[in-house]
């Protein structure tokens, strides 16, 4: 009869965005959840989040503070949007103030925590509490004498909030971020589940990590996941790699905004892919993304470019001159261009940026041009981390997404972007330079298509007044993908005319 | 001048009991001044243990004179509570030794 025995324990979804998803669901119900992390990783935030999430869903919460005084702590939440005095009124939220005394104490012989167990008791069945944060322990442990006679208080407490049927969460603070779980070694008395937040810096930029380190019996995902703290809305984790990507693969094929692409790609791209464009600088990339998105408008599709390396005036007068009118487009509303700057902020918050804006105006096609713009700026790890966030992001809306990645040498060669995300990639298109006699010409060549049969030849590609005008394949050269290009006999040139461009071929992975 | 005094004490138990026998001492002429003394179970008046901020138990409050102090623990020994109310014990309860 019991309800654990499939090893599934009944969670309490915190509401606080995305760590539900890590957590498998939320905090385990009816239980204590120590929080434990370094001065200023968030801990009180997250404390606070625990019931203001909680409050908006029409539960109550019971909030006891050891350091900051109330009225403190109110005004600091105010900035994150959360109206605490007006939830005091409502009786959604109370206070338990156990921040420290004016007046001086002086210790005679053994004490307990009875008090606080009876306010913290009180509170809760006064309000019908279903959500309790303790914040923290450690600052009412640091101002009492052997506070490790303490910790089984702390385990008194926990218990009876248990019965109460109340979740709780406790924050403890640490001194090292990879160190011992808590000050005290207060965890093994509290709680079978610890989470862990982690403020360091890394290649000189601030990462904030959360992590969940054990939950009792119960699953979670494993390892650290980036997380911002936003205003309006508080921590937002990122749960990137734990987003699943088991989406049924779209057989919908959708217009590369240039027909004979559509013909070498077997009909079009898929509806939901990911579409990666290499190539070096000046090869056509902002071009081809021109295209898909001038496609996608003339199809109905609501596009959207995120332009991290172009001006949006820019991109509206390369558009221009490729015969593409972005300003109509996006006057009709099918066409949303967003400048992003890639040094204004971590990547976390890039993507979290972009998921909002994507969540609002639910886009069929998003570019973004170029993702060396923002490798640029970051560790691989997170850049990774980035591109799978991105990934699962399209996926879930079933949004066709269009990548660049600008190759570091004008001949050949692949970028760091392309090595470490083509894994995530449908569709990858290669454009190249294509020294032929003296003249430079450029060739697209359709290098993975998964799940469809496509053309398996570099084709030359001009450019003039309508955009990507599409040629010949390079049927006498050799060494393009490489850069080391060697030339056949003319006469085989002269023989390919009239026969048309190669048929489709269905390459192997 | 009198010495107003508050205990708080979370049921009977021996911390308790060691509290409220040092409490009455206080109260019953050990030390030299006039000593009025209340005490409080957290369990039976929770309001007045959120009022007055109190978390530990035993707790014993000094409400006047001003500023208020506080002395927590099971107050076993009695001259360092004293001493930490500010109140002189022993010298006091000696010169008054009945012979």
């Known amino acids: ?509 | 001048m009198t010495v107003r005094l508050v205990l708080y004490v979370a049921g009977d138990t021996p911390r308790s009991r060691s509290a409220r026998a040092t409490v009455a001492w206080l109260a019953g002429g050990g030390v030299d001044e006039h000593v009025e003394a209340q005490v409080v179970d957290v369990a039976e008046e929770p309001e007045r243990a959120d009022a007055d901020r109190v978390l530990l138990t035993p707790t014993l409050l000094r409400l006047v004179p001003a500023p208020p102090r506080r002395v927590v623990g099971d107050l076993g020994d009695r001259a360092r509570v004293a001493e930490a109310l500010g109140l002189s014990a022993v010298q006091h309860s000696r010169n008054h030794d009945p012979r």
């Open chain 1, 1 to 509: 009869m019991s309800e654990t025995t499939n090893g599934a324990f009944p969670r309490l979804p915190t509401g606080i965005e995305g760590f539900d998803v890590i957590a498998e669901g939320g905090l385990p119900r009816g239980r204590t959840t120590l929080v434990g992390g370094t001065a200023g990783s968030g801990k009180t935030i997250f404390a606070a989040q625990f019931l203001a999430a909680g409050i908006r869903a029409g539960e109550r919460g019971v909030f006891i503070t050891f350091e900051e005084s109330p009225a403190e702590l109110s005004r600091n939440l105010a900035c994150l949007g959360w109206d605490v005095a007006a939830w005091e009124k409502s009786g959604a939220w109370t206070y338990v103030d156990g921040s420290p005394d004016e007046e001086s104490t002086d210790v005679v012989g053994e004490f307990d925590l009875g008090a606080l167990l009876v306010r913290i008791t009180r509170a809760v069945r006064q309000s019908g509490a279903t959500r309790v944060s303790i914040d923290s322990v450690n600052a009412l442990f640091s101002r009492l004498p052997h506070p490790e006679k303490l910790r089984g208080e702390l385990y008194r407490i926990s218990r009876a909030l248990r019965e109460l049927g109340a979740t709780t969460l406790v924050t403890a603070e640490r001194l090292d971020d990879y160190g011992e779980v808590s000050r005290f070694g207060i965890e093994e008395f509290v709680a079978d589940n610890v989470v862990l937040l982690r403020n360091t810096l890394q290649d000189e930029r601030r990462r904030r990590t959360v992590e969940i380190l054990k939950f009792r019996g119960a699953e979670h995902q494993r390892g650290e996941f980036p997380f911002t703290i936003a205003s309006e809305k508080g921590i937002v984790v990122l749960p990137l790699s734990a987003m699943t990507l088991t989406q049924r693969s779209s057989t919908t094929r959708i217009s590369s905004g240039i027909a004979e692409l559509d013909r070498m790609t077997g009909g079009g791209y898929f509806r939901d892919s990911i579409i990666l464009l290499s190539g070096a600088t000046g090869t056509g990339k902002t071009l081809t993304v021109t295209h898909f998105v001038a496609g996608g408008v003339a199809a109905g599709d609501r596009c959207m470019l995120f332009a991290f390396e172009e001006s949006r005036e820019q991109l509206v007068r390369n558009a221009k001159s490729w015969g593409h009118d972005f300003e109509a487009m996006e006057r009709s509303g099918l066409l949303r261009i967003i400048p992003v700057y890639p040094h204004a902020m971590p990547l976390e918050d890039h993507l979290l940026r972009m998921r909002w804006a994507i969540d609002e105006y639910r886009p069929q096609r998003v570019a973004v041009d170029s993702l060396s713009a923002l490798e640029r700026v970051t560790s691989l790890r997170s850049f990774r981390e980035f591109m799978l966030g991105l990934t699962s992001l399209l996926k879930h809306g079933e949004i066709a997404g269009m990548v660049t990645s600008t190759a570091p040498s004008i001949l050949g060669g692949h970028s760091i972007t392309e090595k470490h995300i083509s894994t995530l990639t449908d569709t990858i298109l290669l454009l190249r330079y294509v020294e032929s006699y003296g003249d430079l010409k450029r060739g697209l060549l359709v290098l993975k298509m998964r799940g469809s049969p496509h053309e398996a030849t570099i084709r030359e590609f001009t450019i003039d007044a309508q955009g990507m005008r599409m040629g010949e394949p390079f049927r006498a050269t050799s060494g393009i993908l490489s850069g080391n290009i060697t030339h056949g006999r003319a006469e085989d040139e002269e023989e390919a005319p009239g026969e048309g461009p190669g048929g489709l071929t269905e390459v192997e992975e």
